[in-house]
């Protein structure tokens, strides 16, 4: 069974930097991808970004492209969100699931069937 536990939320103020973390057991397995989404009160889940343990491919949502970084290290998964805005409050997730195919990871949520807590992340303008 694949465990993930996320963590680093809290609140910032917009402009603002938060890194959170998912350390995870499916990185001990090579073909595995790991992904953040998230879900804002009365809104659907979204997909923020993904990372293929297999070749390290990378997926953003347009929102997101230049301010979050997806990187791994070790048996961790990493999201380092930059310039903050209050449209990214929301709880955050990561999840992991075996790898479809290389050079690709999904961002979507439906994908994943292996599945963290989630972390609270508020930004204030």
């Known amino acids: 069974e694949v465990q993930l536990q996320a963590s680093g939320g809290g609140l910032v103020q917009a402009g603002g930097s938060l890194r959170l973390s998912c350390t995870t057991s499916?990185?001990?397995?090579?073909?595995?991808?790991i992904g953040w989404f998230r879900q804002a009160p009365g809104k659907e889940r979204e997909g923020v970004s993904c990372?293929?343990?297999?070749?390290?491919a990378t997926y953003y949502t347009t929102s997101v492209k230049g301010r979050f970084t997806i990187s791994r290290e070790k048996n961790t998964i990493f999201l380092q969100m930059n310039n903050l805005k209050p449209e990214d409050t929301a709880v955050y997730s990561c999840a992991a699931e075996r790898s479809g195919r290389p050079r690709y990871c999904s961002g979507y949520h439906l994908t994943y069937h292996n599945w963290g807590q989630g972390t609270l992340v508020t930004v204030s303008s």
């Open positions: 499916a990185l001990t397995f090579a073909h595995y991808e």
């Open positions: 990372i293929s343990n297999r070749d390290g």
